[in-house]
C-alpha cells in the first residue's frame, strides 16, 4: 500500500513513521510513506503559502494554488492520477468523520491513498472542494497541523496491511473487533513487586484461559468504556455476570 503525504513537515512524518514496524513494513516493500512538500509548489520568491482570510478573523489560511499544485504533482504518482480518475484524498481536520477502526479497515482496501496535512487556521475551501473525497478528524480535540494526525491514520492502517504484524492473527483478535477492550497480559516473571501471575494462566488450561480473558475483556469495557458494551455481544451468562 502507498501513502502520499502532503505536508509543510515532510521530515516530522517521514521521520516519525520509519521507525519500529511501520519502518519495517517498508524496507520489505510491503509499504510506501511519500511525504511531499506543499512548500516546495509556492509561486512567490518568499516560498510562502499562507495568505489572510477574507472577511477578517484571526490567523493565516493555506492558499489554494500550491496546495493544488502539489496536490496535481502527487496525482502523477498515483495510479488512478495517471488513469485521470480522481485518487482518494483524506484532508486531515477536527471537522471530518471521527477515525475508529472501522475506518482504518475500510482504508486498509485501498491500494492508495493521499493523506492531506492543514496549517495555521485551515486551507482555503476551494481547493479543498475540488480535491478532497474524505474528511477524517482523530477526536474532538484540535492540534497545531495534520501531521501527528495523518501519522495515526497511516499507523493504524498500515498494521492491517497484510505481512506488517508478525501474525496477521493478532491484528484480528485484538480489541474493537468484538467491541471490547483487551483483557490484561503478564510476562516473566512470575512474581514481580510482590505481585503474582494470575494462577489461571499457568494452568495450562486453555478452555478456563479463554473464559478468564473474556471475562476480564467484558470488565474492563463497562468499567473504562461502557458506551462499547453496548454493541458488545454478550451471552446470558455474561450479562448476569456483569449484573452481579
Ligand atoms: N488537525 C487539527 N486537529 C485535528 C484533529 N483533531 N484531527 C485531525 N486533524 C486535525
Not at 509548489?41 to 499562507?50: E, G, I, L, P
Not at 496477521?168 to 503478564?186: C, G, I, K, M, R
Not at 516473571?189 to 473474556?214: C, F, T, Y
Not at 473504562?224 to 449484573?243: G, I, S, V, W, Y
Request: proline residues 5%; aromatic residues 8%.
Amino acid at each position: 500500500m502507498k501513502f502520499h503525504i502532503m505536508t509543510l513537515f515532510p521530515e516530522m512524518v517521514e521521520q516519525g513513521l520509519r521507525t519500529s514496524i511501520i519502518g519495517r513494513a517498508e524496507q520489505k516493500g510491503l509499504l510506501s510513506i511519500q511525504a511531499v512538500n506543499i512548500r516546495d509548489y509556492a509561486f512567490n520568491k518568499h516560498q510562502s503559502v499562507d495568505d489572510y482570510p477574507y472577511g477578517g478573523g484571526a490567523g493565516m489560511l493555506m492558499q489554494a494554488e500550491p496546495v493544488y499544485q502539489c496536490y496535481k504533482a502527487v496525482c502523477q504518482e498515483t495510479k488512478e492520477g495517471l488513469e485521470g480518475k480522481k485518487p482518494r484524498l483524506v484532508y486531515l481536520s477536527p471537522q471530518g468523520r471521527t477515525f475508529n477502526q472501522n475506518i482504518a479497515e475500510e482504508f486498509a482496501q485501498e491500494e492508495e491513498l493521499i493523506l492531506l496535512c492543514g496549517h495555521y487556521e485551515g486551507i482555503d475551501e476551494r481547493v479543498l472542494e475540488e480535491i478532497v473525497t474524505d474528511y477524517v478528524s482523530i477526536g474532538d480535540y484540535v492540534l497545531t497541523g495534520g501531521e501527528l494526525a495523518a501519522m495515526v491514520m497511516v499507523d493504524a492502517i498500515a498494521r492491517l496491511v497484510p505481512g506488517v504484524l508478525h501474525n496477521d492473527v493478532s491484528a484480528e483478535f485484538e480489541s474493537f473487533q468484538d467491541h471490547l477492550l483487551e483483557y490484561p497480559q503478564y510476562s516473566r516473571p512470575e512474581i514481580w513487586h510482590d505481585k503474582q501471575v494470575p494462577p489461571i494462566l499457568l494452568s495450562g488450561h486453555h478452555a478456563n484461559i479463554e473464559k478468564w480473558r473474556r471475562e476480564q475483556s467484558i470488565i474492563r469495557t463497562a468499567r473504562n468504556r461502557p458506551d462499547l458494551l453496548e454493541k458488545a455481544e454478550l451471552t446470558e451468562k455474561e450479562q448476569k455476570f456483569l449484573e452481579e
